[in-house]
């Protein structure tokens, strides 16, 4: 049974260029959120998905954008990457059905450092 | 705005000691409470959650929450050197299930 899987692991990129991160969710699960953590934080929300449209979203300003597939996966764009994006950014899975006291398990993450 | 605090450590316990980790939390609506434990580098690995109040237990790790109080807290027994990491406590509200993380507790053990 897969877990959540994440690519690429790590990325390199310069102030002003575009990213994209992809997830996988966990097999069975439906919902897909995205966490941003930077050195020595927790993480932070950025935005969920469900049945393909954003539910709920952090803040982040609208340079963070994303996408969920009918598959359940799920990408993370970011535009004109500044330096202060670069850091560990989580994908989370769960299920809608779970509700509140359902599991939430993480990817191994992406790494973004902008140069 | 809803937090959840940690006290940031680093915490030290001599190997086989307990160690304990708390939290608080701001917001009365939380459903769940959530234990992380991240290792340098790593994304964070879901050690347990709690959602009653009250104790729950698993092999080494107990969660304890307490509503009223807006207290949870994770023990860890029989400290080992491998449960060296940073811990995160996050809550999960009723609307769209996402997490807000505390900053973390780092956690020694020495041997």
């Known amino acids: 049974d897969a877990g959540v899987t994440q690519s690429p692991t790590h990325l390199i990129k310069t102030r002003g260029q575009q990213v994209t991160l992809r997830c996988s969710p966990k097999s069975g699960h439906d919902t897909v959120s995205w966490y941003q953590q930077a050195l020595g934080q927790g993480p932070q929300f950025i935005f969920q998905?469900?049945?393909?449209?954003?539910?709920q979203r952090g803040n982040f300003p609208d340079r963070f954008s994303g996408h969920q597939f009918p598959n359940y996966s799920s990408e993370l764009n970011v535009n004109a990457l500044l330096l202060g994006d670069s850091a560990l950014y989580l994908c989370a899975s769960s299920l809608e059905l779970a509700g509140p006291t359902g599991e939430l398990f993480f990817g191994e993450g992406s790494r973004l450092t902008v140069l | 705005q809803k937090e959840v605090e940690q006290n940031s450590g680093p915490l030290s316990v001599p190997e086989g000691a307990i160690a304990s980790l708390n939290c608080t939390y701001s917001d009365r609506g939380s459903q769940s409470f959530f234990w992380y434990r991240q290792y340098s580098g790593k994304s964070p690995e879901l050690i347990m959650f709690?959602?009653?109040?009250g104790d729950k237990e698993d092999g080494r790790f107990t969660a304890q929450l307490n509503k009223a109080s807006q207290y949870v807290s994770l023990l860890i027994r029989d400290s080992q050197p491998s449960d060296s990491a940073t811990y995160l406590c996050a809550a999960r509200g009723n609307a769209g299930n996402m997490l807000t993380f505390g900053g973390g507790t780092r956690l020694m053990v020495k041997p």
């Open positions: 709690i959602y009653s109040n």
């Open positions: 998905y469900y049945e393909e449209e954003e539910r």
